[in-house]
């Protein structure tokens, strides 16, 4: 596990604030139709205390709450089915799951989604990152039986490295 320290993400940030602008960079003429907000928003200077206490309150804490202090929001909708990192209110809105229930019982935090319904959520016991599809929502619970929960990754690093990989193979094959 590679923890999120303010050095990596930083540089990671900057990374995705090149790359981001470079995919979209003749997409339309590619596809036929123009892309979609394809942006990384990082966070305002000043504002994460008011955040980070949200997010705390939360439950919210370690890699996850690092990556808020630098980064708003990352919005792919054209990167495979789409990639979306959602900003804090929508973490701590009280809308989504905060338990994983079924084959794989943990605490949980949904931190984004993609184009096609599926949640991501960080584990909260092992720092798992989970794609959730197909499961059913019970109150705060999200359960599932037989499958709906696939790790995609070990930390959410891993995650987060995985994404800026996708992205820099999708410019790549232009």
Known sequence: MVPITGENLSSWVDV???LV????QGFESQFGY???ENVLVRATPG???GEKASLVAAGVSGDLLNFYEQVERLSLPDL???FFIHPVAEVVNGEQPTILAGDVSDSIVVFGSDGGGSLFALG???GNVYNLSGGSLIGDTYETEGHGVKIISRDLWGFLEDLRGELTNSIEHH
């Open 80 to 82: 495979d089915s789409g």
């Open 124 to 126: 909260a016991s092992q």
């Open 47 to 49: 504002a994460e205390n």
């Open 21 to 24: 602008p470079r995919f979209t």
């Open 34 to 36: 123009p892309p979609g």
């Open 16 to 18: 995705m604030c090149e």
